[in-house]
């Protein structure tokens, strides 16, 4: 059986080195302290038996156990990433162990009254009597995507302590910066050598997902005049009346707040002006490669219409595709969500099958010739203070590890 103990032990290990990335670097990885936990899990890597680990000048690890069996199997792979999201601090994380749940309030920080309740995250009810790791209040947890690779290693591990348990060979991937957008931009799939992968980057036990969002940025700029207001009539152009003009003619439900499961959504996430100039900053997403596109050209419409309704350019937009829903990569190759689904169930795990309303490394991975569906990790309410992670979650993730190489080891594979 897997350690709980160990498991904890491991990840507290994870979580107090401060690695939060940062969207304004251009440096691969974005701050340098993320090299404190990568060079941490390459020497750790090394030291439970793994072969052929490598970190490269950009941080990314990788490292191989090889198969114990004498037949062809494929070489399957198991990535997570190493770095938090710069959305709340990740600095001096201080985790608390909360023993068997009662499933009521815990009080995460007494003299900041700042409380984790089931009253408002109902999902906390589902791990009474479980041993739960939470924040104490000031800073998110690190869950996301810590807990991964606590999995991962963890599996590693047992793997190798256990050889009876037959599989094939199993590559291992840490990334940085997938926190930023940019976790697989520098990822090496030829070197990495594997047929298919998993991220193990999903929130609660049981989720299995290889479908994302569609997604694209868009920067739209308003440009009006400024002119003295007591001499204005007729000659000032009050860029930011413009700019809402443009806000108020995009559908108003179909905000991240309106929308679920397969709906797509723009979101205005920073506004920056003033009469001279406003700037909006959006994300366009949609499951649905048409109804992406048609986003893409209500914005251009919108634009256009402006543009003509004012006589000149006043407003520009410029629209930049990020990824797209790797689901078009997956489905020729369905078997390897059959594998994960499979080894869930053999676990009494009950597989929650659905679309991620995000991104995942994943994705690109999927676009790069690494098909890569997303497994739980076991976390809940990533990138703040009230996230945690149940113990037993990680267990159940490091197990379902283990039986994917198992199963995928088996002839019929």
Excluded at 261 to 267: A, P, V
Excluded at 355 to 384: E, M, V, W
Aim: charged share 25%; proline share 4%; hydrophobic share 35%.
């Amino acid at each position: 059986m897997i350690s709980k103990e160990h498991i904890i032990k491991r990840f507290i290990s994870y979580v107090t080195i401060d690695t939060e990335s940062d969207p304004t670097s251009n440096t691969t990885p974005s701050t340098a302290k993320q090299w404190d936990l990568a060079n941490k899990l390459a020497e750790e890597l090394k030291t439970i038996g793994m072969q052929d680990v490598s970190i490269d000048e950009n941080a990314y690890i990788m490292a191989t156990l090889p198969s114990n069996v004498s037949h062809a199997v494929p070489t399957i792979g198991f990535i997570s990433h190493f770095d938090t999201s710069p959305d709340f601090t990740g600095a001096n994380v201080n985790p608390q162990i909360i023993e068997d749940y009662n499933g009521k309030d815990i009080v995460l920080n007494e003299a900041e009254d700042i409380i984790l309740s089931p009253d408002y995250f109902e999902d906390l009810l589902q791990y009474k009597g479980q041993t739960l790791i939470t924040t104490d209040g000031t800073t998110l947890l690190g869950a996301d995507d810590k807990a991964g690779i606590t999995e991962i290693v963890s599996a590693m591990e047992y793997l190798i302590h256990h050889p009876e348990i037959k599989h094939g060979t199993i590559k291992v991937g840490f990334t940085p910066d997938e926190e930023i957008g940019r976790g697989a931009h520098k990822f090496d799939v030829e070197k990495f050598g594997a047929d298919w992968a998993y991220t193990m980057d999903g929130s609660q036990i049981g989720e299995l997902e290889y479908e994302n969002f569609n997604a694209a940025s868009a920067v739209v700029k308003v440009k009006g005049k400024i002119v003295h207001p007591g001499y204005a009539k007729g000659k000032m152009v009050n860029s930011m009346y413009i700019a809402q003009e443009f806000i108020n003619s995009l559908p108003r439900l179909e905000t991240p707040e309106h929308t679920d499961g397969y709906q797509g959504f723009f979101h205005l996430y920073a506004i920056k002006g003033d009469v001279e100039e406003t700037v909006l900053e959006y994300i366009i997403r949609d499951h649905d490669f048409g109804h992406f596109e048609a986003r893409k050209a209500v914005m251009d419409k919108l634009t256009n219409e402006l543009n003509e309704q004012y006589g000149r350019e006043v407003i520009r937009v410029e629209i930049k595709d990020q990824y797209y829903n790797m689901r078009e990569k997956i489905e020729p190759v369905m078997h390897i969500v059959s594998i994960a689904e499979e080894a869930m169930k053999q676990l009494h795990i009950e597989p929650i099958i659905k679309p991620i309303r995000g991104g995942t490394d994943g994705s690109q991975l999927s676009y790069k010739g690494l098909p890569c569906p997303n497994i739980f990790a076991g976390g809940h309410n990533f990138h703040g203070r009230y996230e945690y992670v149940p113990v037993e979650s990680m267990v159940k993730a490091t197990e379902v590890i283990c039986k994917i190489a198992e199963l995928t080891a088996l002839e019929k594979y």
